[in-house]
């Protein structure tokens, strides 16, 4: 079966600091979404990618870049890490249209 | 106002009730999906159901597409269904998924 691998699992960062996390999958999927998931809140997404190359912003994009340089890999980066910020980042993926995601462990992010 | 409202927002169960957890969309949608996260664990899919009704052991989903809701029934809970459970609906026009806030569900023996 296929793997889908987020590094760092933790990541500390500085106030106003570029901060760069990335996601690995290996099921071929042509669909790679990077989500936000704060305390007590949903999920809400921040860029997704249909394809190699491709970028898509999604709700919560701002402050935030991302990379789709390979089919199997998608990189967030937050532009300048906001003091106090406390949240998980989860990346996925999907055959894209009709199907079904699968999720990575998640990146916990806390910023000092 | 919220794409996706999940209810209960949190549930307290003994060990062996039953759990009924609802999703409600406030658009139209091409599919849905509950996924299950233990406290600081990542994301697992129970079930991608775009409609009727699945089983899987002691879980069951039915998804009215038309009426833009979702179920999920848990039976006989157990300690370990602790967790919180989300519901996400994809789009039509696919790609774009909303989640809502998820149900805190706590079993206790």
């Known amino acids: 079966g296929g793997i889908i691998t987020q590094t760092p699992k933790f990541l500390i960062g500085q106030e106003g600091q570029k901060l760069t996390l990335k996601c690995q999958q290996n099921f071929n999927h042509d669909t790679m979404y990077w989500y936000r998931q704060d305390s007590g809140k949903g999920l809400r997404l921040i860029y997704y990618?249909?394809?190699?190359?491709?970028?898509q912003k999604g709700d919560l994009s701002e402050g935030y870049d991302a990379s789709r340089e390979k089919k199997s890999s998608f990189s967030l980066t937050v532009t300048s890490a906001q003091k106090n910020e406390m949240a998980v980042f989860l990346c996925a993926s999907s055959m894209g249209g009709d199907s079904d995601y699968t999720f990575g462990s998640g990146t916990r992010l806390l910023v000092i | 106002g919220q794409q996706v409202q999940q209810s209960p927002t949190s549930l307290v169960l003994q060990e062996g009730e039953n759990a009924e957890l609802q999703c409600n969309f406030s658009?139209?949608?091409?599919?849905m999906q509950w996924f299950y996260q233990r406290p600081g664990g990542s994301l697992i899919s129970v079930f991608y159901n775009p409609s009727g009704t699945k089983q899987s052991g002691r879980l069951t989903s039915t998804t009215v597409i038309k009426e833009r809701r979702s179920s999920l029934h848990i039976s006989s809970s157990q300690i370990t269904d602790s967790g919180t459970y989300l519901c996400?609906?994809?789009?039509?026009?696919?790609?774009?998924?909303?989640f809502g806030s998820g149900t805190r569900l706590l079993v206790s023996p």
């Open positions: 990618s249909i394809t190699e190359n491709d970028l």
């Open positions: 658009t139209s949608l091409n599919s």
């Open positions: 996400a609906m994809e789009h039509p026009g696919g790609y774009k998924v909303v």
